[in-house]
């Protein structure tokens, strides 16, 4: 997008409701809807990204302006297409699915991942099965309805997020326990790739991996970010 604006400004509606300016013109979603911010703290952080001094302007790294008009022009109106989605990921879920050797992997697994299952056991209440190997297995009907209902519960804003994080991490499981804050954001991007950082530090880092894992640990840390602004 090339810019046509010198000016980045807060316009505030309400104690809980704020704009942001362009110039004159009022900041829209792409598909032109009315972008009203919930709080200061996300409003300041989509300012950052507009705020720029480039002629040309690449909204694909704007995260929290993605994050919000996902909100706003997708899931408002396609709610139950999102979560379906999100719960497309329950029976694949990385953290379910352990590696029989060697020892050193199996045990790293166990011990990074054992405590997420539990996580959501308690989150849901019913008992998560894990797999040894890699073939896809089916979790019990029970732990699909619960966790749907579970996300059910979140705002289109924490939806747009979650939805966002799993595709990243490939586990459904791990961006639960960070929407609910019982995992941090550096230990997120660990918890995601362990297999693949249990290989480099193992076999070797190659350069163009290494360059590929730090964009996805911004745009990860970005989205959780994202999370904490909404508070």
């Not at 300016?21 to 950052?48: A, C, G, S, Y």
């Not at 979560?83 to 199996?106: F, G, H, S, W």
């Not at 297995?137 to 029970?142: D, E, F, P, S, V």
Request: net charge neutral; proline share 2%.
């Amino acid at each position: 997008m090339k810019k046509f604006w010198k000016k980045v400004s807060i316009k505030k509606i309400s104690s809980n409701s704020f704009q942001i300016m362009l110039d004159e013109r009022i900041l829209q979603t792409p598909l032109k809807r009315e972008l009203i911010l919930p709080n200061l703290n996300l409003t300041q952080e989509i300012v950052k990204e507009w705020d720029q001094d480039a002629k040309n302007i690449n909204t694909e790294f704007m995260i929290f302006y993605g994050l919000i008009s996902t909100s706003l022009d997708k899931i408002i109106d396609n709610r139950n297409l999102y979560i379906n989605d999100i719960l497309d990921y329950i029976d694949t879920d990385l953290t379910c699915y352990r590696a029989e050797n060697p020892k050193e992997l199996v045990e790293l697994q166990k011990t990074k991942w054992d405590p997420i299952i539990l996580l959501i056991e308690k989150y849901i209440g019913t008992k998560v099965r894990v797999f040894k190997g890699i073939l896809p297995k089916k979790q019990h009907t029970t732990v699909h309805s619960k966790l749907n209902n579970l996300i059910n519960h979140f705002n289109i804003f924490e939806i747009s997020a979650l939805h966002r994080i799993t595709n990243i991490t490939g586990s459904v499981f791990l961006s639960l326990c960070v929407l609910k804050k019982d995992i941090s954001k550096n230990e997120v991007f660990e918890l995601s790739f362990l297999d693949e950082l249990w290989q480099a530090e193992n076999w070797g880092f190659d350069e163009e991996t290494l360059k590929k894992r730090k964009e996805i640990s911004t745009e990860l840390n970005k989205s959780i970010f994202f999370l904490d602004c909404l508070q």
